[in-house]
């Protein structure tokens, strides 16, 4: 852990002590006429688990899209204000989104596999960002991710074989594991476990838990228990704004505003 | 008569519903629910038992009515027609139905004039025998079907199953009729077989059927018959052609295709995609002409200014004017399955920093491949069959050659040729357009079940 914490802004100061891996500063976010976030203020930190929650349509998915800039691929999608990742906003025109896209990697809600063998769904990353010289590097690239992600012992004898052909859970490793391919610095999930069941939650929980080590992770979890469980940090959004953010204990225990502790008590959302 | 008899009957159909629905109501006394079938239902079930029976009558009576006159009209005339051979037979028993049914006769006499007023007597009873009959029939039925009508008649279960059966006759017309198809070309293929080998059909290398000559003289020919209906020639033709077509029509309907599912806006895609729709509603005469009088003699004159000879009819002409017709064709249906590609795909590529081009290349268009060849092998099969524009561009004369300036012949262009004219149905010359046929048939039906198989194996790959 960092000893010496950079300046977090009021919150955060006094509850974190790691170094701010993205900050979104005065975050607006519209879908035509359409206000979807209104100046959201929060940073992520490095090397933790954050967990975004909030009843659907509260805009943490819109705020997470925004951090890898997949918004821009919706036409009527408009963003203001400053998100920045390591102090460079990405929104800036002298960044590249392509490049953004390769240090902030993102996991989806519904497992997407690509229509090809699980060699080479990992591949597929690390070739187009020519991370491999030789075809026995890029083999070391996917054996290493398929092992972070915790899949590699279960498909070892069938790489080739599609990785449509696995089941939910496995899949759903598989698409991490192929995010994990092109070293990304922040990893992006949008509810990656709601598509699974019990039993393949579990194991995408651990290893979220294992990956805090080397990536940054922002998850959007409609499930309390999940985000008590994997997050270190907690953003409650409601209806476009952020409500309140701290470290998930207090979160849970002793939220300061009282919409967040209707939401983690059922109440509403 | 039938005319009135139908009209009546379409009328019993409407009485008989309206009587069918109101007794089921009555029955119900208010509680409609009670009913087991709707009160419509009874109505249609009632007018089906009514109506059905006699429309059957009726048909079978216009099938059968006219060869009973003819047979009873010749029995009683079989004294007078003693010496009459067959075809006098059958004028006498035509001139005598037009004198007595309206039409022209071609010559009347006594007999005839006798035989007409036996028509008309014959018919006067039949008709009268068929409305009584139809008659009986619809009282019948609704007599039976009126009393049938209560609580729990299962009266939907008729009315649904009779709809079933209409459908499945209708779509029996159409596999029926495809098998007709099939079966005469068949046999037709199989005479021309006996009077030209197969083999020199499917592998002779000259074809000039225009030289065939049945009948007399055809001895002093020296040619042998069977050695001008070589295939292979019009084959390659057709294979030239059709190859050309695609080289034009493959990569710009693929391409148009990626740009307007993955580049376009929605507003230039929805007007850019019935536009490109259109040029498949063109008429192929349409197209025909303007490859005949447009391209070809630019063709030719391009030739001229390079130095090169262009035939006026050109397999290249021919083929460019049938590549932008089958555009819409790849592009339409490559559109349809580069969209159908799910969008969480191209967000999975487009997150690990793909760029657009990346995605499109590495995972939509395999993705999307089987839907892509099966659009190009739908395309081909349209290019192999299309007629107009070949007949129109490409020539008559048989060259064996892969030289796409010079004038080449297709099979649909012979079949054409063969069959235009006055002759004998049962001459090599005709029966060889029925073996082209079959030839061509056989082609385009494997390319569209390999079409299928490849969607089938390939189409849930992505879900």
Not at chain 2, 41 to 62: E, F, K, M, T
């Given at each position: ?43 992520i930190?490095?090397?933790q688990v954050i967990a975004l929650i909030g009843p659907s349509g509260c805009g943490k998915s819109t705020f997470l899209r925004?951090l ?38 993102m996991v989806f809600q519904k ?61 759903q490793?598989?698409?991490i ?10 990893i992006l999930m949008d509810e990656p476990c709601s598509a699974l069941?019990p039993?393949a939650t579990a194991r995408v929980e651990e290893l979220i838990d294992?990956l805090r080590?080397?990536?940054?992770i922002v998850i959007v979890t409609h499930s309390m228990q999940q985000a008590a469980r994997v997050s270190q940090r907690t953003a409650m959004f409601h ?6 953010e701290?470290?998930t204990?207090?979160i849970f ?7 967040t502790?209707?939401y983690i008590?059922g109440?509403?959302g | ?463």
């Amino acid at each position: 852990m960092n000893e010496n914490p950079v300046a977090l802004g009021s919150e955060a100061e006094t509850s974190s002590k790691t170094a701010v891996k993205m900050r979104g500063t005065g975050v607006d976010v519209f879908y035509g006429d359409k206000q979807a976030l209104f100046g959201v203020n929060l940073d992520i930190p490095e090397n933790q688990v954050i967990a975004l929650i909030g009843p659907s349509g509260c805009g943490k998915s819109t705020f997470l899209r925004c951090l890898n800039r997949m918004n821009d691929t919706i036409d009527i999608c408009r963003v203001t204000g400053e998100i920045t990742l390591d102090d460079q906003n990405v929104y800036d025109p002298s960044v590249d989104v392509v490049e953004l896209r390769a240090r902030v990697g993102m996991v989806f809600q519904k497992p997407n596999p690509f229509p090809k063998s699980i060699f080479e769904n990992v591949a597929y990353g690390p070739r187009i960002h020519g991370l491999a010289r030789t075809r026995s590097e890029l083999e070391e690239i996917a054996v290493t991710s398929l092992e972070k992600a915790g899949l590699f012992e279960e498909v070892k004898d069938r790489l080739h074989e599609p990785g449509t052909g696995l089941s939910g859970g496995q899949q759903q490793r598989l698409c991490i594991a192929r995010a994990i391919a092109v070293s990304p610095e922040v990893i992006l999930m949008d509810e990656p476990c709601s598509a699974l069941d019990p039993i393949a939650t579990a194991r995408v929980e651990e290893l979220i838990d294992d990956l805090r080590q080397n990536y940054t992770i922002v998850i959007v979890t409609h499930s309390m228990q999940q985000a008590a469980r994997v997050s270190q940090r907690t953003a409650m959004f409601h209806l476009g704004y952020l409500v309140e953010e701290d470290e998930t204990d207090t979160i849970f225990t002793n939220p300061s505003n009282p919409k967040t502790q209707d939401y983690i008590t059922g109440r509403y959302g | 008569m039938i005319a009135t008899l139908l009209l009546v009957l379409v009328a019993c159909a409407i009485g008989a519903f309206v009587i069918g629905r109101n007794r089921a109501i009555a029955i119900a006394g208010g509680k409609v629910a009670s009913l087991h079938s709707r009160p419509s239902h009874h109505g249609a079930s009632l007018a089906i038992v009514c109506v059905v029976p006699a429309l059957a009558l009726i048909v079978l009576w216009s099938i059968i009515a006219p060869n009973v006159m003819d047979t009873a009209v010749l029995s009683r005339f079989s004294a007078e027609l003693a010496d009459y051979g067959v075809p006098q037979i059958e004028g006498f028993l035509r001139d005598s139905r037009a004198v007595a049914f309206g039409g022209i006769a071609g010559f009347t006499d006594e007999l005839t004039e006798q035989a007409a007023a036996y028509y008309q007597s014959l018919n006067a009873t039949g008709n009268m025998i068929l409305a009584a009959g139809t008659a009986l029939f619809v009282l019948a039925g609704l007599y039976l079907g009126y009393r049938a009508i209560k609580l729990r008649t299962r009266a939907r279960h008729l009315v649904e199953r009779f709809i079933l059966v209409i459908l499945i006759a209708c779509s029996a017309v159409a596999i029926l009729t495809t098998i007709g198809i099939v079966l005469s070309l068949v046999v037709e293929t199989f005479r021309f077989f006996q009077k030209v080998p197969a083999t020199d059909f499917l592998f002779g290398l000259h074809w000039s059927p225009q030289s065939a000559f049945e009948g007399a003289g055809r001895e002093a020919l020296a040619q042998d018959q069977s050695k001008i209906f070589g295939a292979i020639p019009i084959f390659a033709g057709t294979l030239l052609i059709t190859a050309i077509a695609i080289l034009v029509a493959g990569p710009i309907g693929l391409m148009s295709a990626i740009y307007l599912s993955d580049y376009a806006g929605p507003r230039f895609r929805a007007v850019a995609k019935p536009i490109l729709e259109i040029l498949a509603g063109v008429p192929t005469v349409v197209y025909g002409f303007f490859a005949a009088l447009t391209v070809a003699p630019f063709l030719r004159n391009l030739g001229e200014s390079v130095g090169t000879s262009v035939s006026s009819e050109s397999a290249l002409a021919a083929g460019l004017v049938m590549g932008i017709m089958i555009i819409p064709f790849v592009s339409s249906l490559s559109d349809d399955v580069i969209n159908a590609v799910p969008q969480s795909l191209r967000d999975g590529s487009a997150a690990l920093g793909a760029t657009k081009s990346e995605t499109i290349r590495k995972v939509v268009l395999p993705a999307a491949l089987p839907g892509i060849v099966s659009a190009l092998l739908l395309a081909i099969s349209r290019a192999i069959g299309e007629t107009m524009i070949v007949v129109m561009a490409a020539g008559l004369a048989a060259n064996l050659t892969i030289n796409p300036l010079e004038a080449v012949t297709t099979v649909t262009v012979q079949i054409v040729t063969l069959l235009v004219g006055d002759q004998e149905f049962d001459s090599a010359k005709t029966l060889a357009a029925f073996a082209l046929g079959l030839a061509l048939f056989c082609i385009t039906l494997t390319l569209n079940v390999i079409a299928l198989r490849v969607v089938q194996k390939y189409r849930e790959r992505y879900d």
